[in-house]
T-cell receptor, first 114, second 113 residues
Framework: ETGVTQTPRHLVMGMTNKKSLKCEQH?????MYWYKQSAKKPLELMFV???????ENNSVPSRFSPECPNSSHLFLHLHTLQPEDSALYLC?????????????FGPGTRLTVT | KNQVEQSPQSLIILEGKNCTLQ??????????LRWYKQDTGRGPVSLTI?????NTKSNGRYTATLDADTKQSSLHITASQLSDSASYIC????????????FGTGTRLTVIP
């Protein structure tokens, strides 16, 4: 285990549903990330939080809404998703958001949008 | 444009055999390069990290090499085991700037008995 947990592990939702993904890290890190992983594509950085403040939003559609109530927890709220949003969503954490620090990944949530 | 390219895209080998995975990058300036292993249905887990000045680093049966002049890295797996079946992802950190890691698309390795 990497010290980063994600729930749920699998999620199937319709395009009109609203759901949330949860991530928790037990490593005492200050930075947390959301990534999208699609087949045969590199990981795509979605959001970065450093000390609970959002520092990066890589042109992610507004149907994805992150929330970081504290340095240990990160949420990704989903609403009116599209089928092309089906992917593995990975959460990661690191000591700091500087790129030289290693990121520790959770197991991911496999999302299927029907 | 900063990029990380990996080859081959997929690889099948017999248990016990060796294999080498390649990573070419154009990220500059460069801080470090990591190899991650990602099992199916799991998140990536770091195998090795190499800085600019390092040429080789081992982690058990995994040996990573780095040629910073040609911007190439390789991951050599010795005496493969069935549990080595996974995707191997090369990740490059630039020397400046926060957040922006550069990920390869990975090599899918399958070890068969």
């Amino acid at each position: 285990e990497t010290g980063v947990t994600q729930t749920p592990r699998h999620l199937v939702m319709g395009m009109t549903n609203k759901k949330s993904l949860k991530c928790e890290q037990h490593l005492g890190h200050n930075a947390m990330y959301w990534y999208k992983q699609s087949a045969k594509k590199p990981l795509e950085l979605m959001f970065v939080y450093n000390f609970k403040e959002q520092t990066e939003n890589n042109s992610v559609p507004s149907r994805f809404s992150p929330e970081c109530p504290n340095s240990s927890h990160l949420f990704l709220h989903l609403h009116t998703l599209q089928p092309e949003d089906s992917a593995l969503y990975l959460c990661a954490s690191s000591q700091s958001s500087v790129a030289t620090y290693e990121q520790y990944f959770g197991p991911g949530t496999r999302l299927t949008v029907t | 444009k900063n990029q990380v390219e990996q080859s081959p895209q997929s690889l099948i080998i017999l248990e016990g055999k060796n294999c080498t995975l390649q990573c070419n990058y154009t990220v500059s300036p460069f801080s470090n390069l990591r190899w991650y292993k990602q099992d199916t249905g799991r998140g990536p887990v770091s195998l090795t990290i190499m800085t600019f000045s390092e040429n080789t680093k081992s982690n058990g049966r995994y040996t990573a090499t780095l040629d910073a002049d040609t911007k190439q890295s390789s991951l050599h797996i010795t005496a493969s085991q069935l549990s080595d079946s996974a995707s191997y992802i090369c990740v490059v950190s630039p020397q400046t700037g926060a957040n922006n890691l550069f990920f390869g698309t990975g090599t899918r390795l399958t070890v068969i008995p």
